[in-house]
């Protein structure tokens, strides 16, 4: 297995593959201004196993396109639609986020936990905006710093991880400057970091290590992974996941 095959497998059995909660995917469906009751579209875009596809579909009825590239995943997230009797209205497809295709205009939602910075904030608003209807909206969450100024080590990391994180304000300006209104704004607790994502995980590093036993890539993708919760338990108070809602205009 390559490195991204090892991380698939970490992250397979977990509920969730990023930071996230039901309260919040809740909260974020409530600042969209469009009828949920109706049998609207939406597409879940790197939806992982599924934690937050369930979350909208329990509680819209919509028809929802649940898009990530890794297979695995999605055969996950299968099995507990066909459990919840949701199927009729959970779709999965295998794409990836930067090719997708849907309609031109074909969608009222897009909704993205935890997975933009796959191919870039800017990027992913701009290129999604295609398969929006006029008035649509996105929802998406998107690593973000939550104050003015953070310690350099902090600072140093992330930008190497991810050179795209930046401050809300400026979040909020790429939206604008993209073809949105944006309309809400929120950002995710620290348990929707550590109880929801990191605890499981760290949980599941054990029996991860005895499937790959001698493996240096393996341990690697752990040590790597540990890292980066130290440095959240650390940091916490300095980032997050923004979680921004705008309306295409
Ligand atoms: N939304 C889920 C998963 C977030 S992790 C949650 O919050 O739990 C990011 C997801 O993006 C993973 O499931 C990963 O398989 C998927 N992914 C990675 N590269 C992708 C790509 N190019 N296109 C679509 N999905 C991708």
Request: proline content about 6%; overall charge negative.
């Given at each position: 297995m390559n490195e991204l095959e090892l991380l698939v497998d970490l992250n397979l059995q977990q509920d969730r593959q990023g930071p996230g909660g039901t309260k919040e995917t809740l909260q974020a469906l409530e600042l969209?201004?469009?009828?949920?009751?109706?049998?609207i579209r939406i597409a879940d875009i790197g939806?992982?196993?599924g934690a937050q596809t369930i979350d909208l579909a329990q509680n819209t009825k919509a028809h929802i396109t649940a898009v990530d590239i890794f297979p695995q995943f999605l055969d996950k997230l299968k099995i507990k639609a066909e459990n919840l009797n949701l199927s009729d209205r959970i779709t999965t497809l295998c794409a990836s986020m930067d090719d997708m295709p849907f309609e031109k205009e074909s969608l009222d939602v897009i909704w993205s936990e935890g997975a933009i910075y796959i191919m870039g904030f800017e990027k992913g608003i701009q290129y999604w905006s295609n398969f929006l209807k006029k008035d649509g909206y996105i929802a998406i969450s998107e690593l973000s710093w939550t104050t003015h100024k953070r310690p350099v080590e902090l600072e140093k990391f992330w930008k190497e991880a991810?050179?795209?994180?930046?401050t809300i304000s400026n979040k909020v300006k790429v939206l604008e400057g993209s073809g949105y209104s944006p309309v809400g704004f929120f950002t995710l607790p620290a348990y929707c970091w550590l109880d929801n994502y990191y605890q499981p995980l760290q949980k599941e590093m054990a029996a991860f290590l005895g499937r790959h036993p001698n493996n240096k890539l393996a341990e690697q993708v752990v040590n790597e992974n540990r890292d980066e919760i130290e440095l959240y338990q650390k940091y916490k108070e300095y980032y997050s996941y923004g979680f921004y809602i705008a309306r295409k205009i």
């Open positions: 969209l201004n469009v009828d949920t009751n109706q049998n939806c992982g196993s991810y050179p795209e994180i930046d």
